[in-house]
């Protein structure tokens, strides 16, 4: 009997891959960890909510959370669940911001300590993104670079190779090449 392939979103960004490998008939469990849900899920999908501490301020017009990277991650008990199970587990995330990077950061060790299969495919920042994301995303590159369960796109790249994009449609060439090296890998 095969091992069970479950894939998990990390954040916003990750959710958005888990929808476009939903669509391309990935045979998988797949689990969502993120602060909002969008629609066009399968609907076996499991949702874990979740929703990093901050504050709300406006900015030009529009309320936005002011997240402190720095503040502690309290994991809800849904992620233990699920990583106990018999799987090889592919992590898709966009690191930057809060919850793709500090649950790529605690799945990943927590699948490492158990000597769990797993790849994580993560991207990092576009340049508009800002330095904060950079900064915070090239602390997990750091950590994770020689770590052959890990592989990480430069989302600079798609800017590169498509040239002048929107911000939609360069997100959403994103998540056509963090899919690709994923159908690399299996």
């Known amino acids: 009997m095969r091992t069970k392939l479950h894939i998990i979103g990390l954040g916003h960004a990750g959710s958005q891959i888990v929808k476009l490998a939903q669509t391309k008939g990935i045979d998988a469990k797949f689990t969502c960890i993120t602060e909002s849900l969008d629609s066009g899920f399968k609907t076996d999908t499991n949702f874990i909510r979740y929703f990093p501490e901050g504050s709300i301020i406006s900015h030009n017009?529009?309320?936005?959370?002011?997240?402190?990277?720095?503040?502690?991650?309290?994991?809800?008990?849904?992620?233990?669940?699920?990583?106990?199970?018999?799987?090889?587990?592919?992590?898709?995330?966009?690191?930057?911001?809060?919850?793709?990077?500090?649950?790529?950061?605690?799945?990943?060790?927590?699948?490492?300590?158990?000597?769990?299969?797993?790849?994580?495919?993560?991207?990092?920042?576009?340049?508009?993104?800002?330095?904060?994301?950079?900064?915070?995303?090239?602390?997990?590159?750091?950590?994770?670079?020689?770590?052959?369960?890990?592989?990480?796109?430069?989302?600079?790249?798609?800017?590169?190779?498509?040239?002048?994009?929107t911000a939609g449609e360069a997100f959403e060439k994103a998540d056509e090449e963090l899919y690709s090296i994923f159908k690399n890998l299996t």
Do not use: W
């Open 61 to 165: 017009g529009d309320e936005i959370k002011n997240v402190d990277m720095t503040s502690e991650l309290i994991a809800p008990k849904e992620i233990a669940e699920i990583l106990n199970e018999d799987c090889n587990y592919i992590l898709f995330s966009g690191l930057g911001g809060y919850t793709g990077t500090h649950f790529t950061t605690y799945i990943a060790d927590r699948l490492i300590e158990s000597k769990k299969n797993f790849k994580a495919i993560c991207s990092t920042p576009f340049q508009f993104e800002g330095k904060k994301r950079k900064k915070v995303s090239d602390l997990v590159f750091e950590k994770y670079c020689k770590n052959p369960n890990f592989n990480f796109y430069d989302l600079e790249k798609i800017r590169v190779k498509f040239g002048d994009l």
